[in-house]
């Protein structure tokens, strides 16, 4: 049995640069968060633009970065260095944050959005690579969902955060855009002065160059954890509709952020002691369960004609992301070489983020022309594809 005292205990033992990582994960999501729960408005009602083209610069954001997501893996496994790509990576996201308030079209938007998404596309792999490196196998997913749980702080604090600014600034985006773009920095700094590698990392040979041929050394189980990702990507797309939906159920514009300050909270405190107990438990009963709410929140969210019906949905919702992510990443470093974990999850990145362009532009399509419910539903069904395929992986696995 899991006690608090066991779950303090565990917290001591993970090491300090897991702990770092957090720290920056949880700035720069107050960063992202800011922008990113009051950028579909400011596309919709400040710019014009309709649910495809949010749908399409969310989706094309991704796509851009996905080439740079997998290099990045490689990369990291053949130089045995992954804090330079972590600096490089969330530095070029805190670059884009001021051009988000200068922007006058929805163009230059884009080009922020893209260079926001090819940071995160740098340093996603190595990151999850370095706390699995720095990481004993039996604390990986409280680890990994540590990690997650401090992300979600951020994308609690941030739409807070906005709310705050928006009704202090009488519905002020461009405030709201600059003052992101401080935690963002500090997070910079943290990853500068605090991050360290272990000395176990071992480099390729000189004479070598990064290949994407590591692929196939990956594996058929990381690959079955790979498949299983990329169709529960595809079906949880962007939460960029779930705030399209908040506004047609009635929020006023400055409380719509409160969305996804709810569906962190749930996410949040989910997450680290899901990750504790599949140390001590096993993971496939965790991930199952995620799907099984998955399905839930979009059949609840396709029916939600009130703000009451939405709040369970987005609960629902918030309860998939807690079971699912950290679970999802520690899968990979349980199957994954030592020597390839960069590019195990570079190679995650890539199928999700495939699978979010997909998804995305679905939505968006679905959405302009048949509806939210419409949306949602698709959502479920491939959901429910997701976790059938996850339980056929699962038998064979065993």
Not at 105 to 110: C, D, F, L, R, Y
Not at 176 to 201: D, M, N
Request: glycine share 10%; net charge positive; charged share 10%.
């Amino acid at each position: 049995m899991t006690t608090p005292t066991s779950f303090a205990a565990t917290s001591r033992a993970i090491p300090r640069s897991v702990w770092l990582l957090g720290l920056v994960s949880l700035l720069m999501d107050v960063s992202s968060e800011m922008v990113q729960t009051l950028l579909p408005l400011y596309l919709v009602t400040g710019l014009g633009a309709s649910a495809i083209t949010v749908g399409l610069i969310e989706g094309l954001a991704v796509a851009t970065a996905m080439a740079t997501r997998l290099f990045a893996g490689v990369l990291s496994d053949w130089s045995g260095q992954r804090k330079p790509l972590i600096l490089l990576g969330y530095g070029l996201a805190a670059l884009s944050r001021p051009i988000v308030p200068l922007a006058d079209t929805v163009g230059w938007i884009a080009g922020a959005r893209f260079l926001d998404r090819v940071g995160k596309g740098i340093r996603s792999a190595p990151r999850d690579a370095l706390i699995a490196d720095v990481t004993p196998p039996e604390l990986r997913g409280a680890s990994f969902g540590l990690r997650k749980s401090l992300d979600t702080v951020g994308g609690f604090i941030g739409p807070l955060v906005a709310i705050g600014l928006m009704l202090l600034s009488g519905d002020n985006f461009t405030t709201v855009f600059w003052i992101a773009a401080i935690p963002a920095l500090i997070a910079v700094a943290v990853i500068i002065a605090g991050i360290e590698e272990p000395a176990r990392q071992v480099p390729g040979k000189a004479s070598e160059r990064p290949r994407l041929a590591a692929l196939a050394g990956l594996g058929p189980a990381v690959w079955a954890v790979i498949g299983v990702c990329a169709i529960l990507t595809f079906a949880r797309f962007s939460e960029a509709f779930l705030l399209l939906k908040a506004q047609q159920t009635g929020f006023a514009l400055a409380w719509i952020p409160l969305v996804m300050v709810l569906m962190h909270l749930v996410y949040g405190m989910a997450a680290y002691p899901v990750g504790v107990l599949s140390d001590r438990m096993g993971r496939h009963g965790m991930l199952a369960a995620s799907l099984v709410f998955l399905i839930a929140a979009d059949l609840v969210l396709a029916m939600a004609q009130t703000p009451a019906a939405l709040v369970a949905g987005i609960v629902l919702w918030g309860l998939h992301m807690g079971f699912s992510q950290g679970i999802l990443a520690t899968l990979i470093a349980d199957r994954a070489p030592p020597e390839a974990r960069g590019t195990a999850f570079g190679a995650l990145n890539l199928a999700t983020g495939l699978a979010v362009l997909a998804g995305n532009l679905v939505a968006g399509v679905l959405w302009e022309r048949y509806g939210a419910t419409a949306t949602f539903l698709n959502g479920a069904a491939f959901a429910a594809l997701a976790l059938i395929g996850f339980v056929i992986a699962a038998k064979r696995e065993r």
